[in-house]
């Protein structure tokens, strides 16, 4: 009698066992069915996350000219990449380098801000970003650029005017580089490459590059 007792306590204790389990697995069905239904109720229609470059550029401070950098470039507004779908940020028909880094180093952009400049014949904007393009830059390395939008508000053309480092090479004797640019009144922009002894500092020589917006496009003067 005692081991048929101990029988069905263990049965009864197995029988509660069972059904804790399937009160469990009913519980994450149910569970299962709730996060099925809000998957359901999310296949509804987002708004677009990414901000129209038509909004960013009405929202563009318009800068200050006579401009020079290095100093200060007067206002410029900051652009959050994560509101910018960049497979709709450019209108280029052949290969260009700011396309090409930023779409390859898009990851690797710390920071953007831009102004708009004076519009006359086309709409310009200066857009400039820190690249962390070099792991032994805490900050990155800052490029500027002067980038021209179509009717459609994507950047049709544009020209890096400034890079705080210029590779120079295996150059003889060894060199480094400074840029400059100064943008007119009328958006001629001069571009100035100084290169110096690496030692000593003494200025070799320097290039010196001008920029004009003509017929849509932005054209190097002769």
């Excluded at 509804?44 to 470059?53: A, D, G, L, N, T």
């Excluded at 020209?159 to 705080?164: K, N, P």
């Excluded at 210029?166 to 001629?188: N, T, Y």
């Amino acid at each position: 009698m005692i081991r048929s007792k101990e029988g069905a306590t263990e049965t009864r204790g197995g029988r509660n066992v069972m059904k804790q389990v399937w009160i469990f697995l009913l519980c994450l069905l149910a569970l299962c069915g709730m996060e099925n239904a809000t998957a359901k109720g999310d296949d509804v229609p987002r708004p677009e996350i990414y901000q129209s470059m038509k909004d960013i550029y009405d929202d563009l401070p318009i800068a200050q000219l006579p401009m020079r950098y290095p100093g200060e470039i007067s206002p410029l507004a900051a652009i959050d990449k994560n509101l910018l779908d960049k497979n709709e940020l450019f209108s280029f028909a052949k290969e260009n380098f700011l396309i090409d880094n930023l779409s390859a180093y898009w990851k690797r952009i710390k920071d953007i801000r831009a102004c708009r400049l004076p519009e006359k014949s086309v709409k310009t904007i200066l857009l400039r970003l820190y690249l962390m393009d070099f792991q032994d830059s805490e900050r990155g390395h800052e490029y500027v650029f002067m980038c021209l939008l179509n009717d459609a508000f994507r950047i049709s053309d544009c020209r890096e005017i400034y890079a705080d480092y210029v590779h120079c090479g295996k150059s003889k004797p060894p060199m480094r580089a400074k840029q400059e640019f100064v943008i007119d009144a009328d958006l001629r922009c001069t571009v100035t490459t100084h290169y110096y002894t690496l030692d000593g500092g003494k200025e070799l020589h320097r290039n010196v590059c001008v920029l004009e917006i003509k017929n849509g496009a932005i054209v190097t003067e002769d």
